[in-house]
């Protein structure tokens, strides 16, 4: 119309959400976890960048893994560091993890009718000296466990880890029973054959592949440091042990 | 409410070193409903062919009567033994003349195909509802678990298993696909194909 | 809508429906009769669409029998469920197709088995101990999957057990449907098939 004004009704729609594939995997052991991510961004079909990590560490004994909406996701992160750091400000240490993991869930949940659209998981080394991984839903809704995938990928890697983790539907040799947790090397090469494997199958998943390890004070690193590749991230001598092992996957 | 998720089920093949594997799970449900722990999705077409029809299940029974008679006919007719490859794309043409209103089925198949040397050859194949054929060198999925089959046998499979590692490596990427899918499960069948014998064995899986 | 529920036990089938035909929330009839009897050994329960399921079982009943005036002898029961079947899956795929729902319980005189058969509107079939169709399935199906009849003496669901024992359990099933379901048939027509044939049983 000439004074502006629109003959028919108009509607206008913003989408506040978009979805950047990748997948995330963590895993529990006796004195460590593992918290891997694969490094491909992507929208659709597109794929925005091939190195975007989505594993982050937050304190020498906790690292937080984001998937879904990654602008959400590093949001998300960002925001979660802060209160850690201010965490340390007034109280001279760092955030013991199941804390880390009740603040994650505030946090969420303070966002619950515009929700972070992004799955953590949350792995490190709990105070009792015990590996642990702790996984959300976008909401807070969150639980203690001893593995977990999440992302695009997760349908294709869970049930796999369900086999090799938890060794559901296997069944003991007799006389013995299955281990509650197994050792780092074991660990590492299923989170290497989980990710190749989705690679593989998954279009969003690829490109590049981050893995970080923590392993509780004093307790031996089980030949990490030897591992290929096998980068050091502590800060402290005695403290616990952070690495980060990167690897390739392929970029098709 | 998808079609190919009415029912639930899935099926998954696999190759072996001079044998294939076909396994799958028993549930017939109507949605969120069990009905029955005893469906049964594959069937014997031949000495060396099977096949599985995961999808809508009155289309599973359709399409069993359907290629049993199609390839009784071609036997008869051709004094022959119908091989496998011939055998796919017969699954193939019969699902392409419904293009326009497709049986609900995503079918997989394996045999053994006889060489010109005399020797058998392993063979697996999977189609879409339409009838795109899949000839795939290692292992074909489908069903409503099909995305947790993928993973898991990704993870799982290796080339030139023998019979007896190739029914595990079957079992166990069925099995744990499924215990994952809400639509499959309720019991599991796993047929091992091998040059002189056909292993049938019942699964005894997760009832939930 | 309609409940029906069948269960198998040592040599004998027993199918049970509510008598009520209703149309909209209005009960226009409460005795009608919906278990037909094809054959010497075969009922059908049927249910689905007014109007579709009459006609659909009439129709059945008629060739079945043509089949038997034919031969001599009538199908037996897998055949019987089998072309029952097909019947339904053609007509899935025709311009109008039967929404009717079966139970087919059958005892092939040759075998000396009972076969009971679940079908679908869709042409689903699938051979079971028991089943049920309609609201009543929600109830029944749980209760008759309980496998601890050994403590009580009287089980939920046992294939081997005398008929007298297999009325207790439809009994049971219909207090549950009777107890837990907001609208309850007030009444239901229960037939059984055994060797000696088929015949109704006031429950």
């Known amino acids: 119309m000439p004074d502006g004004s629109f003959a028919h009704p108009q509607q206008r729609q913003f989408n506040p959400y978009s979805d950047n594939g990748g997948t995330i995997l963590a895993i529990a052991g006796a004195d460590?976890?593992?918290?891997?991510?694969?490094?491909?961004?992507?929208?659709?079909?597109?794929?925005?960048?091939?190195?975007?990590?989505?594993?982050?560490?937050?304190?020498?004994?906790?690292?937080?893994?984001?998937?879904?909406?990654?602008?959400?996701?590093?949001?998300?992160?960002?925001?979660?560091?802060?209160?850690?750091?201010?965490?340390?400000?007034?109280?001279?240490?760092?955030?013991?993890?199941?804390?880390?993991?009740?603040?994650?869930?505030?946090?969420?949940?303070?966002?619950?009718?515009?929700?972070?659209?992004?799955?953590?998981?949350?792995?490190?080394?709990?105070?009792?000296?015990?590996?642990?991984?702790?996984?959300?839903?976008?909401?807070?809704?969150?639980?203690?466990?001893?593995?977990?995938?999440?992302?695009?990928?997760?349908?294709?890697?869970?049930?796999?880890?369900?086999?090799?983790?938890?060794?559901?539907?296997?069944?003991?040799?007799?006389?013995?029973?299955?281990?509650?947790?197994?050792?780092?090397?074991?660990?590492?090469?299923?989170?290497?054959?989980?990710?190749?494997?989705?690679?593989?199958?998954?279009?969003?998943?690829?490109?590049?592949?981050?893995?970080?390890?923590?392993?509780?004070?004093?307790?031996?690193?089980?030949?990490?440091?030897?591992?290929?590749?096998?980068?050091?991230?502590?800060?402290?001598?005695?403290?616990?042990?952070?690495?980060?092992?990167?690897?390739?996957?392929?970029?098709? | 409410m998808s079609i190919m998720e009415y029912n639930g089920g899935s099926v998954i093949a696999m190759v072996g070193k001079e044998c294939v594997a076909i396994a799958s799970d028993l549930r017939l449900g109507n949605q969120a409903l069990g009905i029955s722990s005893n469906f049964q999705k594959i069937f014997q077409m031949t000495d060396r062919i099977f096949l599985g029809l995961p999808g809508l299940a009155t289309d599973v029974t359709t399409l069993k009567e359907t290629f049993r008679f199609r390839v009784n006919m071609y036997t008869i007719k051709e004094e022959r033994e119908l091989e496998p490859e011939t055998f796919a794309h017969m699954v193939s043409s019969a699902l392409y003349e419904r293009r326009f209103g497709p049986y609900f089925i995503e079918p997989v198949m394996c045999g053994l195909q006889k060489t010109h040397d005399g020797s058998y050859k392993p063979f697996i194949a999977a189609t879409d509802l339409i009838g795109c054929l899949n000839f795939a060198k290692d292992f074909v999925v489908a069903g409503t678990a099909s995305s947790k089959l993928f993973g898991v046998a990704e993870g799982l499979w290796e080339p030139d298993l023998e019979p007896e590692d190739l029914f595990e490596t079957c079992a166990q990427t069925l099995l744990n696909a499924v215990d994952r899918d809400a639509y499959s499960g309720w019991g599991a069948e796993v047929y091992v194909l091998t040059k002189d014998k056909v292993i049938k064995r019942t699964l005894k899986g997760r009832m939930d | 809508m309609d409940i029906s529920f069948a269960l198998t036990g040592k040599g004998y089938v027993i199918l049970a429906s509510d008598t009520t035909a209703a149309r909209s929330i209005v009960k226009m009839k409460v005795d009608e009769d919906k278990i037909k009897v094809l054959s010497p050994h075969l009922l059908m329960a049927y249910s689905g669409e007014p109007g579709d399921t009459v006609q659909f079982a009439e129709y059945i009943e008629r060739n079945i029998r043509l089949y038997q005036i034919r031969n001599t002898y009538a199908l037996r029961p897998p055949s019987a469920a089998s072309w029952i079947r097909r019947t339904l899956a053609d007509s899935l795929r025709s311009r109008k197709p039967y929404a009717v729902n079966l139970l087919i319980g059958g005892y092939d005189t040759s075998t000396h088995q009972p076969h009971l058969y679940w079908v679908d509107y869709l042409g689903t079939m699938s051979e079971v101990p028991f089943a049920a169709h309609g609201y009543g399935a929600y109830f029944a199906l749980s209760l008759l999957d309980r496998e601890d009849g050994l403590m009580s003496g009287s089980s939920y669901h046992d294939p081997e057990a005398p008929l007298e024992e297999g009325l207790k359990t439809l009994r049971r099933c219909l207090d549950e449907v009777a107890k837990r379901l907001v609208v309850t048939p007030e009444k239901y027509k229960v037939k059984v098939v055994d060797k000696d044939g088929v015949r109704e049983i006031e429950i």
């Open chain 1, 32 to 252: 460590f976890t593992v918290i891997a991510g694969d490094t491909r961004q992507s929208e659709g079909y597109s794929i925005q960048t091939r190195y975007a990590p989505k594993v982050f560490r937050l304190t020498d004994r906790a690292v937080l893994a984001v998937n879904g909406f990654a602008a959400d996701g590093n949001m998300f992160v960002k925001k979660v560091k802060q209160r850690l750091e201010w965490y340390r400000h007034a109280h001279a240490k760092d955030m013991p993890l199941r804390a880390i993991a009740r603040l994650i869930q505030t946090m969420l949940y303070a966002q619950r009718f515009f929700p972070y659209y992004v799955y953590n998981i949350l792995g490190g080394i709990e105070e009792d000296g015990t590996g642990a991984v702790y996984s959300f839903d976008p909401v807070g809704s969150y639980e203690r466990e001893a593995c977990r995938a999440a992302g695009a990928a997760q349908s294709l890697v869970q049930p796999f880890l369900d086999n090799q983790i938890y060794f559901k539907n296997q069944k003991a040799a007799p006389g013995t029973t299955h281990p509650a947790h197994l050792p780092l090397s074991d660990v590492l090469s299923i989170v290497i054959d989980s990710f190749t494997s989705a690679t593989e199958r998954h279009i969003e998943v690829g490109d590049g592949l981050e893995i970080y390890v923590v392993v509780a004070q004093g307790r031996s690193p089980q030949g990490l440091d030897a591992f290929r590749g096998a980068q050091e991230l502590s800060t402290q001598p005695n403290g616990d042990r952070m690495f980060i092992i990167r690897r390739e996957l392929k970029k098709d």
